[in-house]
């Protein structure tokens, strides 16, 4: 992102609710929609926010759907269930803003730091990941089968609270797993685990969490949006700066939000972290913030949707039906909005190619990642 700085901001005019609540999970990848009260980017545009914590992924879609929230700090990849109906009613949803990229991490239990090397090494493994609709969950059957592991025949793969990750990795009830932070710092803090794999290593600026709206509140408030869309836009655009890091790990791990130790929640906001294998290292981008939602992220989490059974084939037979739902969910054009207005080169694109794992994706060809095993 390149900042060419603002002044003179108008505020937006007409917010017809400013007092809204937001849902989100205690994790860093809420790192903006949480930062945005204590720093006070709501208060800026024009706000009054009540944050809202829940436990796991389920119990915030319930409330997302039934309206008990106004807007959420969601997985990326579940606007898109949820628009679709896969998994839930479909509510069209708008994902607004990209709350992280980077930023999870394969963490194991210390028992296997000599043994697992790469993908293979996790056959016959309990492997957890925070939902199904989750890019954790994408990432890491795509490393499976990366090995040639069949993640459903060769592993065990659980859905579980990601508060509730690393007292089932010390109780060995798991062997591991693909998580959000600080849950893998915090493993390492513990000397319950270690850090196997950034995610960063798979695909290097892939999204994670996002911000999500239900289209109806869209169309009931256009300018509330447009405010939410500036607030939210700023702190991830702040978030990004390193500088800024450590003022903003001492603003979220209090008990309100992330109820983590400030050191482990600095440890994963400023890349400077020990991986529990004896090294300490520098990943000044183990998680970053860029807000735009480029829609060709879409399009892979649908191939993958299909790939893993979590959306019918029947819906998804040619790459319009990919890029058609894509464009629908991932908002790109508020993003730009919000970006310029704020004085933030915005893209001019929509879908850009991508490498994970060393294999290129191409969003205009979505369908060889729909495949079990990639061609």
């Not at 009540?50 to 579940?78: N, T």
């Not at 693909?178 to 950034?198: C, E, K, S, T, W």
């Amino acid at each position: 992102m390149t900042t060419l700085g603002v002044s003179g901001l108008e505020p937006i005019q007409g917010i017809e609710k400013p007092k809204l609540k937001i849902g989100f999970i205690p994790i860093t990848c809420a790192t903006p929609m949480i930062m945005a009260g204590p720093q006070g980017f709501y208060q800026k545009h024009g706000l009054d926010v009540s944050l809202v914590k829940f436990a796991g992924w389920a119990e915030i879609r319930d409330a997302y759907i039934a309206g008990e929230i106004d807007a959420s700090h969601l997985l990326s990849p579940m606007p898109l269930a949820i628009t679709g109906g896969f998994g839930s009613a479909a509510v069209p949803s708008r994902l607004s803003v990209i709350g992280n990229i980077n930023g999870q991490a394969i963490t194991l239990a210390k028992k296997h730091q000599s043994t697992v090397k790469g993908p293979a090494d996790l056959k016959g493994m309990v492997l957890a990941v925070p939902f199904q609709y989750s890019m954790h969950n994408f990432l890491l059957r795509n490393y499976l089968a990366s090995g040639n592991l069949d993640p459903d025949r060769d592993t065990d793969i659980r859905v579980m609270r990601p508060p509730d990750m690393v007292a089932n990795l010390i109780s060995q009830n798991i062997d591991g797993y693909l998580g959000p932070d600080p849950f893998n710092q915090r493993a390492v803090f513990q000397d319950a685990g270690f850090i196997h794999m950034l995610t960063k290593d798979m695909w290097d600026g892939h999204p994670c969490c996002g911000f999500a709206v239900q289209q109806s509140f869209i169309d009931a408030n256009p300018n509330t949006y447009r405010a939410l869309m500036r607030a939210i836009t700023d702190a991830a655009v702040w978030a990004h700066e390193p500088s800024h890091r450590p003022q903003i790990a001492a603003a979220i791990a209090p008990a309100e939000y992330l109820n983590q130790p400030p050191p482990v929640v600095e440890a994963v906001l400023t890349g400077n972290f020990a991986d529990g294998k004896g090294g300490n290292l520098t990943v000044p981008n183990r998680i970053d913030f860029d807000p735009y939602p480029w829609q060709s992220f879409g399009v892979w989490i649908l191939s993958q949707m299909v790939r893993w059974g979590l959306a019918p084939k029947e819906r998804f037979t040619r790459t319009e039906d990919f890029s058609a739902l894509a464009k629908t969910v991932f908002d790109t054009d508020a993003s730009r909005a919000a970006l310029t207005a704020l004085g933030v080169t915005a893209p001019k694109d929509v879908l850009k190619s991508e490498r994970i794992l060393g294999t290129p994706f191409d969003p205009a060809n979505p369908m060889p990642w729909t495949q079990r095993f990639l061609p």
